[in-house]
């Protein structure tokens, strides 16, 4: 399985995403054309929804994806703007959210958060569950099995979506 790119079904059901989200998304690969389309369908169903969006939700991506980006561009052009660190952060949250969901689907879902940590520029608030970072916190993984390494960097792996989830189910953004 490859980590990207994410489906709209699972970013749809966790953290809401502005038309700036979507757009970083896009332009650094980790979601398709059709997430931009299938959220400006669904905000049309709901019944808010400006000019934009309603183009944008009538694009067909076999022949028209070309036409995605400048319409996503355009509707980032009247958003209000948003710190991109939170924006990067954001995304960090999301595909290791969704790299947990599918660990069984991985041969070493470690080894692909390793991969992460370096796309992602390597993040401090994620280097208690790669595996070559020493522990910050007193642990000593000599004196332990490698299970029980590994079940510690599962657990802060675990720890950090909580947080991360709480921390951006709370902000209000819309």
């Not at 000019?51 to 996503?72: G, R, T, Y």
């Not at 992460?116 to 390597?122: A, G, H, L, T, V």
Request: with cysteine.
């Amino acid at each position: 399985m490859n980590l990207y790119p994410i489906p709209f079904d699972f970013i749809d059901k966790g953290i809401y995403l502005s038309w700036r989200d979507v757009e970083w998304g896009c332009e650094n690969g980790i979601i398709g054309l059709e997430v931009p389309v299938k959220k400006a369908e669904k905000k049309v169903v709901a019944g808010g929804y400006t000019d934009l969006e309603l183009e944008l939700s009538f694009v067909m991506l076999e022949k028209d994806s070309a036409n995605v980006l400048p319409l996503l561009e355009s509707l980032c052009s009247t958003c209000k703007g948003s710190d991109s660190s939170i924006v990067r952060r954001k995304w960090l949250f999301i595909v290791l959210n969704w790299l947990w969901s599918n660990c069984n689907k991985f041969n070493d879902p470690l080894g692909e958060v390793e991969s992460i940590y370096s796309e992602f520029d390597y993040p401090v608030e994620i280097e208690g569950f790669v595996k070559y970072m020493p522990p910050a916190d007193g642990y000593d993984p000599s004196v332990h099995t490698q299970q029980e390494n590994i079940s510690r960097l599962m657990n802060n792996w675990r720890g950090y979506l909580e947080r991360e989830f709480d921390y951006f189910s709370n902000r209000c953004e819309f």
